[in-house]
């Protein structure tokens, strides 16, 4: 049986993309290859407010302080908090969403598995976890990742298995992708990836997710998302405003809704922020 090193696993509505508003189990995974410090900070500058974060003070994540720059799930990857994300059996991780969702089976409950980045090494679990008995019914699936990572041969086999369709319904596999502009912090040649991104769209639905603070921003996601086209990319691209806590959220959103609208692209809220304040564990 595999396992998983899960970083949170909770029932919540999705806030962002095509499932906004769909309540939805979210399985993160622990373990990035990116940081993203450079979010909400001045150009050229990197956040170091997670490194405040004192790990030995903590036992759960809900306990842990949000923050304004950076990467907002911090925690899902940085080492300092490994111990906060037990290793589970793909076994105990069904039995546990059964717990959570209302009627203790998937009726339209969609399935998030996010991160940190989700198509890291753990492609090799996915099969065991979707193929158990307790995960029949589940119809659809969105893996949250940041574009940078190729589906091995195995796993894409069975990504297409999984979507065979079934007497009364035909599952669905999406990828919403969060490709990194220069505002994360990452280096360019490393989080735009195009030809890993087109290859996502022979397993599921894709779709490109910029996250943007500014103007310039966005045009960076513009021209961005013309070499993602150039590609040979095809799926639906949105903006979606910076924004781990409702301030900085609340001076983005409408801005950022306007350079969608100008710029004939979608424009993804991000709910679990006015909703729920972005909490750990929504
Ligand atoms: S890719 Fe996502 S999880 Fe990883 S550091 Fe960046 S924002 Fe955080």
Known sequence: MSKLKIAELFYSIQGEGR????????????????????????????????NLVDPSKYSKYEELPLVSTGCDSYASWDPRFKDLSPMLTTD??????????????????????????????????????????????????????????????????????WQMPQVDYVPEITFSVSAKLSCSGEERHEAIRPDIVCSYEEYGYTYLKFVVATEEDAEEAIETADI?????????????????????????????AELAMKNGLRYSDRLQVPLFKNEWGT
């Open 19 to 50: 499932y906004m508003g769909v309540p939805s189990v979210f399985l993160r995974t622990f373990g990035c290859n990116f940081k993203c410090a450079g979010f909400g900070m001045p150009k050229g500058e990197l956040s170091t407010e997670a």
């Open 92 to 161: 105990a991780i069904a039995e546990r969403i059964m717990e959570i969702i209302p009627f203790n089976e998937w009726r339209d409950e969609h399935l998030v598995i996010t991160g940190g980045e989700p198509l890291l090494g753990w492609q090799r679990a996915y099969p065991d976890l979707l193929r158990h008995p307790k995960m029949r019914g589940l119809k659809e699936i969105t893996f949250e990742t940041n574009g940078t990572q190729e589906i091995s041969k195995d796993f894409g086999d069975f990504l297409i298995e």
């Open 228 to 256: 993602y086209r150039a590609e040979g990319f095809t799926g639906p691209i949105y903006l979606m405003p910076v924004g781990g806590v409702e301030s900085v959220y609340a001076l983005n959103n409408r801005r950022v």
